[in-house]
């Protein structure tokens, strides 16, 4: 029951999006905005970390940057509800921080690498609360 359910979202959400769009591993649609800029617009829940991830999915799987290659955040931080996030390869179209709490980190940049390892942290955590 379960399965068919995700797979009834999953057809839903499809039908909902655009042909140039990538639906991230987390469900998360990422849209492409010109060669180096992309936004991930909201879905429902979501916090920054689910952003970040499809940021990352997309930058590795579509881009196919390398995962040391920096993604910024371009859209100012707090979201707001309903509001999605946009991104950019360019740290000078960077915001003020990147919405996560960062150990050691400054600016709003981050690798692919760690954008897309936050997708496996939070399966982690999902599975954890099961």
């Known amino acids: 029951m ?3 359910l995700t797979a009834y979202a999953t057809v839903i959400a499809l039908a909902a999006t655009p042909a140039s769009a990538f639906i991230s591993q987390n469900g998360l ?3 492409p905005e010109g060669p180096d800029s992309f936004f991930v617009p909201w879905r429902g ?3 920054p970390s ?3 991830c499809a940021a990352g999915d ?3 799987r579509v881009l196919k940057l390398n995962p040391t290659q920096m993604i910024y955040r371009a859209s100012e931080p707090p979201r707001r509800a309903g509001e999605g996030i946009r991104f950019t390869l ?3 179209a960077a915001a003020s921080s990147t919405g ?3 150990l050691g980190a400054t600016g709003a940049g981050i690798t692919a690498g760690h954008a897309l390892g936050l997708c496996e942290f939070r ?3 999902r599975e954890r609360r099961r």
């Open 2 to 4: 379960r399965l068919t």
């Open 29 to 31: 649609v990422v849209q």
């Open 45 to 47: 829940r979501g916090g």
């Open 50 to 52: 689910d952003f970040w």
């Open 58 to 60: 997309y930058a590795i």
């Open 90 to 92: 360019r740290s000078d």
């Open 100 to 102: 996560l709490a960062v």
């Open 123 to 125: 399966r982690k955590l």
